[in-house]
């Protein structure tokens, strides 16, 4: 069974202060590691998709790693705009996404 | 980028009484559709996937009778919550890709948050 494992469940930075979010998994046969990012209400806002380990993607102050085990999510010098829950997900041979519970990120300035 | 709309954006309804929500792709065709339920600080739930022209297929647990999709077109997606009741109250969030293979993204919606009285 695909399994996917976010950590940790939230985190609080200040202003400029870089850190990473962790995404552990186990998977048979890999068909994407997708990160989206879910403001309160909103549906999931698609960020990256990682298909094979030491592929890195980045995007303005967010960029994603994955290896054969977890995929990173590093945030460097965020902002308070970066505030949201990050999800994680992974698509395995059945081609279902399957979601993990999600960091709630929050910054402040 | 792809964009993926939902309507409507909420819904109040009376226990017993039926609620359709639409999802539609904007700027692509979508061969698969699925629909996730949230609940509060909870991760999403997959409930179906359909495919244009063919039955949705229901993850275990969910009631087919209960849940109606259909996938009429290559853009259009309904889901019909029949005969509601308080419990089927959620966030209900659609969500399309233009096919499964890698490479190809599952773009969201806004949602749809339900609340049955």
């Known amino acids: 069974e695909d399994q996917v494992t976010q950590s940790p469940e939230a985190l609080r930075l200040q202003e400029g202060e870089s850190s990473s979010l962790n995404c552990s998994y186990t998977?048979?046969?890999?068909?994407?590691l997708f990160w989206y990012r879910q403001d309160p209400g909103k549906g999931p806002e698609f960020l990256f998709t990682?298909?094979?380990a030491g592929e890195e993607k980045e995007k303005e102050r967010l960029k994603a790693t994955l290896t054969k085990k977890e995929s990173f999510l590093h945030i460097t010098a965020p902002k308070p705009e970066d505030s949201a829950t990050y999800l994680c997900?992974?698509?395995?041979?059945?081609?279902?996404?399957?979601f993990g519970k999600g960091t709630l990120l929050t910054v402040n300035p | 980028g792809a964009v993926v709309s939902q309507h409507p954006s909420w819904v109040i309804c009376k226990s017993g009484t039926s609620v359709k929500i639409e999802c539609r792709s904007l700027?692509?065709?979508?061969?698969?559709m699925f629909w996730y339920r949230q609940f509060p600080k909870q991760s999403l739930m997959l409930m179906a996937t359909s495919n244009e022209g063919s039955k949705a297929t229901y993850e275990q647990g969910v009631e087919k009778d209960k849940f109606l999709i259909n996938h009429a077109s290559l853009t259009l997606s309904t889901l019909t919550v029949t005969s509601a009741h308080p419990e089927d109250s959620s966030f209900y969030i659609c969500s399309a890709s233009p096919g499964l293979a890698q490479g190809e993204t599952q773009y969201f919606g806004p949602g749809t948050r339900l609340l049955v009285l």
């Open positions: 990682l298909y094979s």
């Open positions: 998977v048979s046969g890999l068909r994407g």
């Open positions: 700027d692509f065709q979508a061969t698969t």
């Open positions: 997900a992974l698509r395995g041979s059945n081609y279902k996404l399957t």
